[in-house]
T-cell receptor, first 117, second 114 residues
């Protein structure tokens, strides 16, 4: 079974600072995908960035980048210059394929990020 | 309207009530999902439908009954719930076969069982 671990329950960062949210995963599949989502207090889950296991380069999307270290099985999210609107819960997730070939996402516990002005 | 829409946004129900949660997606996807998010717990997958066929039932109690009449609509029928079923219920969709595609989520229904 696959597993996603986010070891930081909460993080406090000053506005405009860079922040790294940790995510480690465990899988025996050679092909997998990793996703990061943001969940503001309103509850919606917002997709941020995707990294495939065979991707040669780290994914980047807007102000987000993914520090993918395959040998360490880590896929940390980096926010280059944090803004007040980045305050939210952040979830790391891994794609899993069930016996019927259907895709599903398995989520980590999440990290609550608070940006201080 | 685009995206994934869930109704109602908030629901309070007694343990003997019967209610339904509705999810509608306008993205042309043909896989739909129900997730449960309880306080201080990771999102838990409940059900997956692919091309209107249920392809995952994650050991969910029978008091939760999903229905997928077509690829755009997904329901979660609720009856005789328990207080521990109070949670945020999130619906999501994705394109069938799109293994690199993210799930697109609705805003969720916050359910309180009294």
């Amino acid at each position: 079974a696959q597993k996603i671990t986010q070891t930081q329950p909460g993080m406090f960062v000053q506005e405009k600072e860079a922040v790294t949210l940790d995510c480690t995963y465990d899988t025996s599949d050679p092909s997998y995908g990793l996703f990061w989502y943001k969940q503001p207090s309103s509850g919606e889950m917002i997709f941020l960035i995707y990294q495939g296991s065979y991707d040669q380069q780290n994914a980047t999307e807007g102000g987000y980048s993914l520090n993918f270290q395959k040998a360490r099985k880590s896929a940390n999210l980096v926010i280059s210059a944090s803004q007040l609107g980045d305050s939210a819960m952040y979830f790391c997730a891994m794609r899993e394929i069930n016996g019927k070939g259907a895709q599903k996402l398995v989520f980590g516990q999440g990290t609550r990020l608070i940006i201080n002005p | 309207e685009t995206g994934v829409t869930q109704t109602p946004r908030h629901l309070v129900m007694g343990m003997t009530n019967k209610k339904s949660l509705k999810c509608e997606q306008h993205l042309g996807h043909n896989a739909m999902y129900w997730y449960k998010q309880s306080a201080k717990k990771p999102l838990e997958l409940m059900f997956v439908y692919s091309l209107e066929e249920r392809v995952e039932n994650n050991s969910v109690p029978s008091r939760f009954s999903p229905e997928c009449p077509n690829s755009s609509h997904l329901f979660l029928h609720l009856h005789t719930l328990q207080p521990e079923d109070s949670a945020l219920y999130l619906c999501a969709s994705s394109p069938e076969g799109g293994l690199n595609s993210p799930l697109h989520f609705g805003n969720g229904t916050r359910l309180t069982v009294t």
